[in-house]
């Protein structure tokens, strides 16, 4: 892990679940640069599986997979890329997440409410 990154990690806390994960923890790049805030996380819990999470950034609304994702803790969230990589939630989910409940929950999200 990165030297920033490193530091960084002692003040995230303990790991956690995603069923815990709060909004507004902040996010970090996997320099240690902070790019956000958790805006909500995107799960089917009936089937204890965690998608992703929706990103409020400078720049936007940005998606981050569970696979772009590289650690969940108490008080921060460990991106494995920066959040400019990240996709815009915008219009339908990404064909590389074809689950129902999914994307009901995606479009959800991103309809003006």
């Known amino acids: 892990m990165h030297q920033a990154m490193t530091e960084k990690a002692e003040d995230l806390g303990e790991p956690v679940a995603y069923l815990v994960l709060r909004e507004g923890v902040p996010v970090y790049a996997p320099s240690g640069d902070t790019v956000g805030t958790v805006d909500h996380v995107l799960a089917d819990e009936h089937e204890d599986v965690f998608h992703g999470l929706l990103l409020s950034t400078p720049d936007g609304p940005r998606f981050a997979a569970g696979d772009k994702v590289a ?43």
Do not use: F, M, Q
């Not at 815009?88 to 590389?96: K, M, V």
């Not at 129902?100 to 959800?108: C, D, G, M, V």
């Open 71 to 113: 650690g969940l803790y108490e008080n921060g969230v460990i991106l494995t890329e920066p959040a400019d990589h990240l996709p815009r939630p915008t219009g339908d989910l990404p064909e590389a997440h074809p689950d129902s409940n999914l994307k009901r929950a995606w479009n959800w999200l991103v309809k003006p409410h």
